[in-house]
């Protein structure tokens, strides 16, 4: 097998554009032996979710099943559609803060538009692309001339990130094309490497293609015209098939995988991101401490049993070992504020089974008089962080609401 990586690939989530779900384009990938493949929407990486979810699935089974050969390795990344360029870029980040930096660029871009659309301009490119690998994807060279300015304006802001995306077209015309592409590989110094465009896991999704378009495009079926799909092949193929199309250039298939393999960003690089919860000096395991000890006090004017003071101790341990007093301190401050405007609330589910949750005041049924059973609300085994559920008088619970946002 020929080794390639699909570094442009446009999910359903790319509404009424791309043809297949994230999870039919990764079984795919995997059925076709790519070496990777990137899910790149445009200006959004909502598909990549999905991807790599259903990438988990692939590998549980593979290892129930005994099976060793590899699977794809996922590339989350976005194809970023300019408003002063036309030429497009698909960006894969490298590692995590790059990462960061693309979901802010698109952050940003959405914040500027109304709903639905996205506005990122070439200065936003140049400010936030550091860390990624870029490809541009000009519109079809033999048709356009003057996109040249904006290739050699990126790749002089990212010396050794970016790269001339090149995909054929199966018009008759893409050894021509493929020619062109090259003599501007070499004008502007950016490599040539090879992108399938993908719209569809196979060519047997072009109908549903085709209709997606006329709902995009207000057309019918009939009047469609040359908006139609030419063939059923923005599919994902294997390295065999693109290994005959891009048989004069075979860097850049090769090309492919080497870009795969610095995109060493991973999804399950990610974890929620508490807020820093420090404060007058003190870190946030301490402040939870020092509250829960004061809450002893305020719950037990006579003196806590021993048993709770035990128990107490146990459950701050844990909650310093998983990291998760900055949580509990961001729950307290909105009871707090509650309270302090006098609306109703109060903690329920799992959290009764939590001590330090009814010193803090966010739970009232005393701990003394249920079975507690600590490890169904945090347990350092599973992994997950605590779920607190916290009802509010219906009436002014917007206003707890906007004091979050403003807190």
Not at 161 to 166: D, I, K, P
Request: hydrophobic share 40%; charged share 30%; net charge negative.
């Amino acid at each position: 097998m020929i080794p390639h990586a699909e570094l442009c690939v446009t999910s359903n989530f790319t509404f009424l554009r791309g043809a297949s779900h994230p999870e039919e384009l990764v079984k795919r990938a995997a059925e076709l032996g790519l070496t990777a493949i990137a899910i790149t929407d445009r200006n959004s990486v909502a598909g990549v979710v999905r991807a790599f979810s259903a990438l988990k699935e692939l590998a549980r089974i593979a290892e129930e099943a005994g099976q060793g050969s590899p699977l794809p390795r996922l590339i989350p990344g976005a194809r970023l559609v300019l408003t002063d360029s036309p030429v497009e870029w698909v960006a894969l980040p490298t590692d995590l803060a790059a990462w960061s930096r693309l979901t802010r660029l698109l952050s940003l871009g959405k914040r500027r538009a109304e709903k639905g659309s996205c506005h990122i301009g070439l200065a936003d490119l140049e400010e936030w692309g550091r860390g990624m690998v870029l490809i541009a994807l000009p519109s079809d060279p033999l048709e356009a001339t003057g996109f040249e300015r904006d290739l050699r304006r990126i790749a002089a802001r990212f010396a050794g990130q970016c790269f001339l995306g090149a995909a054929p077209l199966y018009d008759g015309q893409d050894q021509e094309r493929l020619d062109r592409l090259a003599e501007i590989s070499q004008a502007t110094g950016m490599p040539k490497v090879a992108v399938g465009d993908v719209l569809m896991h196979r060519s047997n999704r072009r109908p549903l293609a085709d209709v997606l378009t006329c709902i995009r495009e207000g057309c019918t079926i009939d009047s469609i015209g040359d908006r139609r799909l030419a063939n059923g092949e923005h599919r994902l193929k294997s390295g065999e098939e693109l290994a005959r199309i891009f048989h004069r250039y075979p860097a850049a298939l090769r090309r492919t995988v080497e870009i795969a393999d610095r995109c060493a960003f991973r999804m399950d690089q990610l974890c929620y991101q508490y807020p820093d919860e420090a404060r007058d000096g003190e870190t946030a395991q301490i402040r939870l401490e020092r509250l829960a000890r004061e809450g002893l006090h305020w719950r037990y004017p006579g003196g806590p049993p021993p048993k709770i003071v035990s128990r107490v101790e146990k459950e701050l341990h844990l909650i310093a070992e998983v990291e998760y007093a900055p949580y509990f301190l961001t729950v307290y401050d909105i009871v707090s504020f509650a309270r302090s405007k006098g609306i109703l609330c109060q903690g329920r589910g799992s959290a009764a089974n939590s001590v330090v949750c009814y010193l803090l005041g966010i739970t009232e049924v005393p701990p003394e008089s249920i079975t507690l059973i600590f490890e169904r609300f945090i347990s350092k085994e599973r992994g997950e962080p605590p779920d607190i559920d916290v009802d509010f008088e219906h009436e002014r619970r917007e206003e707890v609401i906007q004091w979050i946002y403003e807190r």
